[in-house]
Structures are given as structure tokens and as C-alpha cells.
């Protein structure tokens, strides 16, 4: 009885998470908008080295997103594993193996090469 209370409770959490992940990236996003406004406005001038220094900025805002999407992606995977109960956790970690053979791409089980 706790654990459905406590999971309902987690799952309106995740949804804030997730809401507030979207203004991080948001505010990642604008900031590329505004540099890309810049780099064709240095374009135009011709200054190769403004020009430069925007596209180094780029790649600094664009590091800084993937970093940040990365956290947030771990965090959110880590809290949505803790709404389950331990018997589920379990489960998922038994299952865990056999889902990397079953998925395409992977070699088969080393019974199944061995008979071979």
C-alpha cells in the first residue's frame, strides 16, 4: 500500500524533472540561436576571426548541453528506478542479460556457440 502511494507520489515528481530538464535545454538552445545570429552576421562582415570566436563559442554552449542532457538523462533514469520495489529491481537486473542477446546485433549466448 505505501509503495503504489509512494510511487504515485514519484511519478508527479518526474514530470517537474522533466519539465524543468526542458527549461535547461531551453535556455541552451536560445543561447545557440542567438550565436548563430552572430556567426552569419561576422559572415557577412567578412571577419574571419569573429568569426572564429563565434564558432568556438558554439562548440563551448554545445559541449555544455550535452554534459548538462547527459546529467539529467542519469538523474531522471535513477530516480525512475527507485519507484519500483525491490522485487521488480531484481527482476530487471536478472533480465537485464538477456535482453542485450535478444536484441539485434548482439552475438548469441555461449551455449548457443557452443553447439555449434
Not at 569573429?50 to 568556438?56: A, G, L, S
Not at 558554439?58 to 542532457?69: C, E, N, P, S, Y
Amino acid at each position: 500500500m505505501k509503495q503504489k502511494a509512494k510511487s504515485g507520489q514519484s511519478s508527479d515528481d518526474l514530470m517537474e524533472k522533466a519539465m524543468d530538464a526542458s527549461k535547461i535545454m531551453k535556455k541552451f538552445k536560445d543561447k545557440l540561436k542567438a550565436l548563430d545570429k552572430d556567426i552569419k552576421d561576422a559572415e557577412a562582415s567578412g571577419d574571419a576571426a569573429e568569426v572564429e570566436k563565434t564558432e568556438f563559442k558554439i562548440r563551448l554552449v554545445k559541449g555544455d548541453m550535452f554534459r548538462a542532457r547527459d546529467k539529467i538523462e542519469k538523474k531522471m533514469i535513477k530516480d525512475y528506478q527507485k519507484i519500483n520495489d525491490k522485487e521488480t529491481r531484481k527482476r530487471m537486473k536478472k533480465n537485464k542479460k538477456k535482453s542485450g542477446r535478444v536484441n539485434a546485433g548482439k552475438k548469441p549466448s555461449l551455449w548457443q556457440r557452443l553447439r555449434k
